[in-house]
């Protein structure tokens, strides 16, 4: 991508020629859109991002071969806000671990029956996520990778690394309590996009998202 960006930038300045020229306006400026006073330019790094974000998006959105062979090998005892880098990891899954908290940013679940939705990490009660709402509790929590469909299963019994004093018992059974008042329903979480009117994914929509916010 840089060496892309690099020919790009000297194709502008130079031309067809060999002579250096100055560069009068920084390559992030011309990048901008003509609204914001650049010339349109497409960012290829961002584009990059963009378009690699949207694997993510079918592989949790579609089925296939491809989606089934990475589903087995990559995610069987994790999802996909949980899956972390390994040694042995690919290099194309490489590639897409390092974009995946962009597509997390833009990624809603709506939790139905919760076999996709993380308990502590996931935004799927009260509009945040409960390690936000609950940061003493979940610093305590052994399992915070535990998907909220799991805690149901075992009745809201987690393990945590100590005894909860009395005050923090207490709020951990008002946790309790808001999760076993939650409307599931026996059918799969689905998947929305936040940046999107449609909630779609589309690849525009993460540009324009790092565009506006200036970084990664």
Not at 19 to 25: G, N
Not at 166 to 193: A, G, M, R
């Amino acid at each position: 991508v840089n060496i892309l960006d690099k020919h790009r930038r000297s194709l502008f300045w130079q031309g067809g020629g060999t002579k250096k020229k100055y560069h009068l306006v920084k390559w992030s400026v011309i990048c901008l859109s003509k609204q914001k006073g650049g010339l349109g330019v497409k960012d290829i790094f961002k584009m990059n991002i963009s378009l690699l974000s949207k694997w993510w998006w079918k592989l949790e959105k579609e089925d296939g071969l491809w989606q089934t062979l990475v589903k087995k090998k990559y995610l069987q005892k994790d999802t996909i806000r949980s899956v972390k880098n390994k040694l042995d990891d690919s290099p194309i899954w490489t590639n897409l671990l390092k974009v995946k908290h962009v597509y997390l940013r833009g990624r809603k679940i709506l939790t139905k029956n919760g076999k996709n939705s993380l308990f502590w990490e996931d935004s799927w009660l009260k509009g945040q996520p409960l390690c936000i709402n609950h940061p003493v509790l979940y610093d305590l929590c052994d399992e915070k990778g535990i998907t909220v469909y799991e805690v149901l299963r075992r009745n809201g019994e987690l393990d945590f690394s100590r005894w909860l004093p009395p005050f923090l018992f207490d709020e951990w059974l008002t946790v309790v309590d808001n999760v076993f008042s939650y409307n599931f329903e026996n059918q799969d979480d689905i998947t929305l996009w936040k940046w999107n009117s449609k909630k779609k994914f589309t690849t525009k929509s993460v540009y324009y998202y790092l565009s506006t916010v200036g970084n990664t």
